[in-house]
Structures are given as structure tokens and as C-alpha cells.
């Protein structure tokens, strides 16, 4: 774990977009979702579309089981999942600060939510959920990002890809 903590703060503070990375984020959003996607900070977004790329991966493996899946809403669900941190996004620094503090304080610094970067970190999913409300997804598509940081299990298996991304990434 604490190597894979290493590697994200690699991705964090080495992260720049490519042109690939650009067509396929064209590929998967529309304009709305591109405005709030370009709110969030850059490795924010590589970690989205990386995220998104593994979900892509891991239902080809299994497509059997999941074919009544809409392959391009997994994919826009992966890439908006964290969407809820562009409400105000935290900087590298931020970010491992807060993830420091709560491994140290095994999580009771949830109870300051209302300092802005604790709320962001811990509520992101709702927020993204709130911004993304009056667009017209589906509730299994709602669910995905309200839930993506969810330890139960459900019964929503392009949630359950999405997790196994975002958890590898």
C-alpha cells in the first residue's frame, strides 16, 4: 500500500495530458461534461482517464457477463467519477496532507469535514451527484458516482468496474 501511495503521488506531480488522452475524452464526453472534466486538476483528469481506460479493459474481459452494459457510458462514468472535486480542487500537496492524516488518525479527521479540503475529499461524491443531477443520467449511472468509494456490495456491475479501476489507479 504504501508503495502504491508513492506511485500516485508520482502520477500526481508527473502527470501531463497528450493528445490521445484529449480524443478520447472527446470520444466518451460532450461539451457539459468537458467543461466541468477541464475543472479539475491535472492529474485529477489522467487519473479519470486511466481509470476509465482499466474499466474499459476489465469489461472486454468480461463482456460475457456484463454485455447488457453501455460500453460508452462505463467509460463517461469512469471519466466523470471523481467530477464532484471540481466544486474546488486540492493540489497535489492538499491531497497527501489529507491522505496522510486520515491513514495517522484512521479516519476520525472525517469529523472536520467543514474545513473546504476535508469536505472535498471525503464528499466528492456527492458533489459530483449534485452537479451532475439535472443532466438526465440514469440512476445506475448516479450510482456510480455516488458510490465509487462504497466498501458494500452492490448490485451494479458498471459500479463494481469502476471501483476495481479506481482502486488499482
Not at 486538476?41 to 468480461?62: A, T
Not at 460500453?71 to 471523481?82: G, V
Not at 459530483?128 to 458494500?152: A, T
Request: charged fraction near 35%; charge should be positive.
Amino acid at each position: 500500500m504504501r508503495f502504491y501511495r508513492i506511485k500516485q503521488f508520482w502520477w500526481a506531480i508527473s502527470s501531463y495530458f497528450k493528445d490521445i488522452d484529449n480524443e478520447y475524452i472527446d470520444r466518451y464526453l460532450d461539451d457539459h461534461e468537458k467543461l466541468l472534466f477541464d475543472k479539475l486538476k491535472i492529474g485529477d483528469k489522467h487519473h479519470c482517464v486511466r481509470v476509465s481506460k482499466d474499466s474499459l479493459e476489465i469489461y472486454e474481459k468480461l463482456l460475457a457477463k456484463v454485455e447488457h452494459i453501455d460500453k460508452d457510458q462505463l467509460a463517461k462514468a469512469a471519466l466523470l467519477h471523481d467530477i464532484g472535486k471540481a466544486e474546488r480542487p486540492l493540489n497535489f500537496i492538499e491531497k497527501s496532507v489529507v491522505v496522510i492524516l486520515h491513514k495517522i488518525t484512521k479516519g476520525k479527521i472525517r469529523r472536520y469535514e467543514n474545513i473546504k479540503i476535508l469536505d472535498i475529499y471525503y464528499n466528492h461524491p456527492k458533489k459530483g451527484v449534485d452537479m451532475l443531477l439535472h443532466y438526465g443520467y440514469s440512476e445506475e449511472f448516479l450510482q456510480v458516482i455516488r458510490l465509487h468509494h462504497s466498501k458494500k456490495v452492490i448490485d451494479n456491475p458498471m459500479l463494481n468496474i469502476v471501483i476495481e479501476s479506481d482502486n488499482k489507479n
